[in-house]
Structure formats: C-alpha cells, structure tokens
C-alpha cells in the first residue's frame, strides 16, 4: 500500500511505498511525518478505513499525523499510528498494528499470527514515552506514569 504524506506548509506530496519505508525514512524521532520537500512535520496522510470498535457500522474518516515503530519479534514489526480527526488538528488517537515481512522481504500489514499485537514491559514503556512527547498527557498523568513504571517503588493500585 502506498502512503501520500500531505504538507500543510510547503503543499507538497511525498509517496511512500510502503508501512516499513514510511517508519524507517518519513518520521522524525517523535514519530510525526516528515515532509520529502521541506522537512516540516506539518503534515498528515489522508485516510478512510473499515468499521472500527467504537462505531462498527461506519468508516473511520481521519488524518495520521505520524507512526512510531516499536520492536517486534522478526518477521512481525509492531507499530502504533497517531490519529487525528483533521490535518491541522494534533493526535488524539493511537491504533496498535503490525507489519510482517514476506518470504520476498516486503512489507504487507496484518492480520499476522491472528491475534492482537503483543508490547514487552520496554516495548511500552518506549511507547509511552514517545506518545508524551506527542502531548498525549498532561504532566500530572505523565509524573504519575512516571511513578508507577519504576522498578525500585512499591505501588498499590487503588480499588
């Protein structure tokens, strides 16, 4: 499948050809696409996919603001997409997928083993990590999350 990243600040389209390429060359370290032309990050793909959990009897209709790769067991390649409802508006949504390599060594996406993606402890932890750097939290979630994750405190989980 072929991905057109759209900039909002130079108006230019960059193709890319596929799930692994876009991960790999078109993001910057936060995760957000990077424009081909002027490097911006004021992008976004266009997309509209199948049902979806929340509303199972209409299209999701949307913007992906960017991806982030997270490491996976050879050949599946676990991935995370940052979801917007507009190409200005800032992400909002994570989508957890995956990509598997063919015996030819292309990418394709899913469905892979038939079950849901897996994240290690380091696996999400890195996620997290990435996603506040996305603003996906307030700093208190953030120091709480931070709290929570570390190895040397005891932690009670309220009921």
């Avoid at 266009?46 to 050949?75: D, F, M, N, V, Y």
């Avoid at 507009?86 to 997928?97: D, K, N, Q």
């Avoid at 038939?114 to 953030?142: I, K, M, N, S």
């Amino acid at each position: 499948m072929a991905y057109r990243i759209q900039c909002l600040k130079c108006d230019t389209d960059t193709w890319v050809g596929d799930i692994a390429t876009l991960l790999d060359a078109h993001t910057d370290r936060a995760g957000r696409f990077v424009c081909g032309q002027c490097q911006q990050t004021e992008t976004y793909i266009q997309t509209i996919t199948g049902r979806w959990e929340r509303e199972p009897h209409s299209p999701w209709e949307g913007c992906l603001k960017g991806a982030i790769g997270i490491a996976g067991e050879p050949p599946l390649t676990l991935y995370v997409l940052l979801c917007a409802d507009a190409p200005t508006a800032e992400p909002t949504e994570v989508r957890l997928s995956y990509y598997r390599l063919t015996a030819a060594g292309h990418p394709v996406n899913g469905p892979g083993p038939g079950t849901a993606p897996v994240l290690t402890h380091d696996d999400f932890r890195q996620l997290l990590v990435r996603l506040g750097v996305q603003g996906f939290f307030r700093a208190q979630e953030l120091e709480a999350v931070a709290r929570l994750i570390r190895l040397d405190e005891q932690v009670t989980i309220p009921a």
